[in-house]
């Protein structure tokens, strides 16, 4: 009913950018879009959130992020973006994206992309 795509992941120096793309794909109809989110996970670990965007625009990064990626979207296509900036060898993971809607007003769900590798060389 609803799929997550992630892409534009790869290998990028230290102190290199990438753009991490995600399109939402919709059979059917939903009833709203709660936010959408970036995680990411490092081996052995739990995800954790880098990045958030409302439905209103609103976004939340984690100290970690802060001031280095940016969230973004484009509604009329349904995509939502990560622009990762000075990416440093720690950030390097697998990339999440992460929607929370509404399917109908009282039926929440979760989906998840399937993931995007991003690799930061030193």
């Known amino acids: 009913q609803v799929q997550l795509v992630e892409s534009g992941g790869g290998l990028v120096q230290a102190g290199g950018s990438l753009r991490l793309s995600c399109e939402m794909s919709?059979?059917?109809?939903?009833?709203?879009?709660?936010?959408m989110t970036w995680y990411r996970q490092f081996p052995g670990k739990q995800r954790e959130q880098v990045a958030l965007?409302?439905?209103?625009?609103?976004?939340n990064y984690p100290d970690s992020v802060k001031g280095r990626f940016t969230i973004s979207r484009d509604i009329a296509k349904n995509t939502v973006y990560l622009q990762m900036d000075s990416l440093k060898p720690e950030d390097t993971a697998v990339y999440f994206c992460?929607?929370?809607?509404?399917?109908?007003?009282?039926?929440?769900?979760?989906?998840w992309g399937q993931g995007t590798q991003v690799t930061v060389s030193s």
């Open positions: 919709v059979s059917g109809e939903i009833y709203a879009l709660n936010f």
């Open positions: 965007i409302t439905s209103g625009g609103a976004t």
């Open positions: 992460h929607a929370d809607l509404l399917l109908t007003m009282d039926q929440r769900r979760e989906y």
